[in-house]
């Protein structure tokens, strides 16, 4: 699956799979990450909440959008970022459709299973915008403390 | 009024420039109807029965005339030469063409205007009190905290794909114009016990197909942690709202289902938010609140003799300030309402025409503001009573000096069967009707307030379930049928109306509303405006007279 690497330095597209994968119903079962990389599948019903300590012991994790009008990864992706401070890959599966890569990449998503989606789409898609009203999961300050650096600067 | 600083013009550009992409793709065919539906419903645009449909955001229903003037012009050259007020505040254009939508949202940038979440999943247009700042008795300008939540919600990246629609409104006086208890969250800005001020927060109200009255959930947040309590009520209906069923998505079915339980689980993402991030930073409040200093009002006598003299002297000029001219806060001002209900005509119409008219009496009288009232009017908020008569003349010559509102004839009707594709019947044309019926301004004045609303289907777009007396349009074996709904109110004291009965027909609702208002005029005691007389009567007596002969027919 291509995946979009939402980076610093710039976006770029890949197919590799960065290790292996246990979705949260086989961590249940008992299946633990070993050696190497590992990413939890997480159903978007689950309360990020509660699995701290599980998310901890990945490398990255996996939200899902089953279909693109359901919004709870997004909840769930800023949970994991602001709240549980995940610092490992967070990947978008499912519906991910460029006219909501922004929203992913701000609610905390750095990763994009783009599938056969047009990787120049999401790119020009993810910097569409310069500015921003609300605080959220990525670097972009907000417009209302760019306003109180402009104020004092001036 | 609030400025858009750079930030603002920047993001509503760039807003406009993502939009024309879109069209650009459904018009070279890459996007199909069904893939471009979502997108264009981010921003405002409907496909109706007959044509799309735009509606343009007015944030908390405030408008400069150099904005009105820019409906207007849009109304001329990309549409039919007039637009449609709505509930909500906006305004809407039935007939713009696909191709033209970004050049209008082009146009409506140039005066700081945009069509953003006026439709869509997401959080819409705020709205507020139509009166802010010039009514007296408000703790703070509403507009103030509307305008913080307009930046917050738009674009929100978490927010943007809910369950379902959700709608805010907030207030700062104990009279609600603007309905806050029958939206998902309704904020009511008070005086806490040590004067400190904050809101009483109020989730879950709404109308539809299963209206409730919202519950209040926190009695008094301290204004600082505004945003970041909005945003705990957010994620936990993003979280938990069904997405299994679209009319049992929105947030008052969760709150409905347990309310305790709704308030726990906020105070709960509450307590553990990062409020420091999430809540604006006192200078920012600070910044937007500069934008809604109080205009320089002139020092005047409290009492006008030139107002006076023309109210002794002209009888029409008289009854037109009796139902349309309000109480200001400053001495020697008034506040203008601007009736778009005029007999005969779609409620909430206006011409190109009419727009720039109202444009010049605001640049000329009103310090350049322009209200739209959640009940499809229009105001001018800061009027000297010695300018009532001016304006008044130039009002009548535009044909905007209807001395109906909060008559009978001052109706919310939803676009219905003639516009709409999910509408059961019509409702303009049984709006227009009843306005015909009372058309007699002596006799309106004589009833007194009367609140009719009519929803053309259960969506209740016409928010008959607030209506004194609601009408809600049913299809009935391919007929048009109307049910009648008694005792409602959209206040302060606000109550959902009860049904009454088997529906009347086209040809026969006009009757029935009369033979209400006919017995509500037999039984008033002084004064008594007819919501209080049926509450104080029950639905009996209203059902006996509608219904009560029904065997002799």
């Known amino acids: 699956m291509a995946t979009l690497r939402i980076t610093d330095e710039g976006s770029v597209v890949d197919s590799q799979p960065k290790g292996e994968e ?6 249940r079962e008992g299946a ?4 190497g990389r590992f990413s939890l599948s997480i159903p978007n019903t689950e309360d990020i909440d509660g699995l701290a300590e599980i998310v901890a012991r990945f490398d990255g994790v996996i939200l899902e959008f089953p279909h693109f009008t359901d919004g709870r990864a997004y909840s769930q992706a800023r949970t994991l970022r602001e709240r549980l401070r995940f610092k490992g890959e967070v990947k978008a599966r499912g519906a991910v459709l460029c006219d909501q890569a922004l929203f992913m990449a701000r609610a905390g998503f750095d990763a994009l299973e783009i599938g056969d989606g047009d990787p120049a789409g999401f790119i020009r898609a993810l910097a569409a915008y310069s500015v921003f009203y609300q605080p959220a999961a990525d670097a972009a300050a907000p417009a209302r403390v760019l306003r109180g650096a402009k104020r004092e600067a001036a | 009024m609030y400025r858009y600083d750079e930030f603002d013009e920047t993001l509503v550009r760039e807003r406009v420039a993502e939009f024309r992409g879109q069209v650009a793709r459904r018009l070279s065919g890459e996007l199909s109807e069904e893939a471009f539906k979502p997108l ?13 449909m735009l509606r343009v955001a007015i944030p908390y229903g405030t408008l ?4 009105m003037r820019r409906l207007a012009h849009i109304a001329s050259v990309y549409d039919k030469g007039y637009g449609h007020f709505t509930t909500r505040q906006n ?5 713009p063409a696909l191709i033209d939508v970004p050049d209008i949202l082009d146009e409506l940038a140039d005066v700081e205007m945009h069509a953003i979440q006026t439709s869509g999943n997401c959080i819409r247009n705020i709205t507020s009190d139509p009166f802010a700042g010039a009514i007296a008795g408000e703790i703070d300008d509403p507009r103030v905290w509307s305008e913080l939540i307009r930046q917050w919600s738009s674009l929100h990246p978490e927010f943007s794909f809910l369950p ?7 207030t700062a006086s104990a009279e609600d114009r603007a309905a806050i208890k029958v939206h998902d969250i309704g904020l009511r800005i008070r005086k806490g016990a040590d004067g400190e001020r904050g809101f009483e927060v109020m989730v879950g109200g709404g109308l539809g197909r299963t209206p409730y009255i919202a519950e209040t959930i926190r009695e008094f947040l301290p204004e600082r942690h505004l945003l970041s309590y909005l945003e705990a009520v957010m994620r936990i209906y993003n979280r938990l709202g069904r997405r299994d069923n679209k009319y049992k998505a929105r947030v008052k079915i969760l709150v409905a289902e347990d309310a305790a339980e709704f308030r726990r689980m906020v105070e709960d993402e509450w307590a553990r938010s990062d409020k420091d991030s999430l809540d604006a930073p006192l200078d920012e409040i600070r910044r937007i609140r500069r934008h809604f200093t109080p205009p320089k009002f002139d020092r005047l006598a409290a009492e006008s003799e030139a107002f006076d003299a023309a109210r002794a002297a002209r009888p029409e000029f008289d009854r037109w300030v009796k139902t349309n001219v309000l109480p200001h806060r400053q001495r020697g001002y008034a506040i203008v309402l601007i009736s778009l209900k005029p007999i005969g005509k779609p409620p909430g119409d206006i011409s190109a025409r009419q727009m720039d008219a109202v444009a010049d009496l605001a640049e000329r009288y009103s310090f350049d503001e322009i209200r739209a009232t959640h009940e499809q009017n229009l105001c001018l908020p800061h009027v000297r009573k010695d300018d009532l008569f001016a304006v008044w003349r130039t009002l009548d010559e535009a044909e905007l000096a209807t001395p109906n509102i909060g008559l009978v004839s001052d109706i919310i009707a939803c676009p219905g069967l003639d516009y709409c594709d999910l509408a059961n019947a019509r409702s303009i044309p049984i709006a227009e009707r009843i306005a015909e019926r009372f058309a007699d301004p002596e006799q309106a004045a004589d009833i007194g307030e009367l609140k009719v609303k009519i929803s053309g289907c259960i969506n209740a777009c016409g928010h008959h379930h607030v209506g004194h007396i609601g009408i809600l349009g049913v299809d009935k074996k391919g007929e048009e049928f109307y049910q009648i709904m008694l005792g409602g109110s959209g206040g302060a004291d606000a109550s959902l109306g009860v049904i009454t009965g088997r529906g009347f027909s086209s040809s026969e609702i006009v009757d029935a509303v009369e033979r209400l208002i006919r017995i509500y005029k037999a039984n008033r005691v002084d004064g008594e405006r007819f919501l209080d007389a049926y509450r104080r009567l029950g639905p009996e007596t209203f059902k006996e007279a509608l219904y009560g002969d029904a065997a002799h027919h």
């Not at chain 1, 633990?32 to 050696?35: D, F, K, L, V």
Request: proline share 3%.
């Open chain 1, 22 to 27: 246990i979705s949260l119903a086989q961590w």
């Open chain 1, 32 to 35: 633990r990450p070993e050696a």
């Open chain 2, 91 to 95: 305004i809407q254009y039935n007939w």
């Open chain 2, 164 to 170: 379902r629609k959700f709608k805010i409104a907030v």
């Open chain 2, 64 to 67: 400069s005339s150099r904005q």
């Open chain 2, 40 to 52: 264009r419903l981010m921003n405002g645009l409907y496909l109706q029965l007959h044509a799309y």
